[in-house]
């Protein structure tokens, strides 16, 4: 089993900048890939970035350019800094860990952070 614990949302104005933590504990070992999901209101969750246990890494197209995905291993911990922000980024992030295949899983998940963009 694996815990996450997220933390680092809230309240900022359109072309600021957040950083989201997250924090694994557990049976860490077994993860292969790290990444953050959001889901705004009526909408699905949608992958934000990833990051392999190699180091690569993969962004929405909607994010390139503006958010950086990041882990410290010594800490297991990963992060999302996120600058220029805009007001669709609105949503609840979830911090995701996978292991097993990297296609299916299984996943582990955070609890969810708010992240709100005003304009």
């Known amino acids: 089993q694996v815990q996450l614990v997220e933390s680092g949302g809230g309240l900022v104005q359109a072309g600021g900048s957040l950083r989201l933590s997250c924090a694994a504990s557990?049976?860490?070992?077994?993860?292969?890939?790290m990444g953050w999901y959001r889901q705004a209101n009526g909408k699905q969750r949608e992958l934000v970035a990833r990051?392999?246990?190699?180091?690569?890494?993969n962004y929405a197209d909607s994010v390139k350019g503006r958010f950086t995905i990041s882990r410290d291993n010594a800490k297991n911990t990963v992060y999302l800094q996120m600058n220029s922000l805009k007001p669709e980024d609105t949503a609840v992030y979830y911090c995701?860990?996978?292991?097993?295949?990297?296609?299916?899983?299984?996943?582990?998940w955070g609890q969810g952070t708010q992240v709100t963009v005003s304009s």
């Open positions: 995701n860990a996978r292991s097993g295949s990297l296609i299916t899983g299984p996943d582990y």
């Open positions: 557990g049976n860490t070992v077994i993860i292969n890939a």
């Open positions: 990051i392999l246990s190699g180091g690569s890494t």
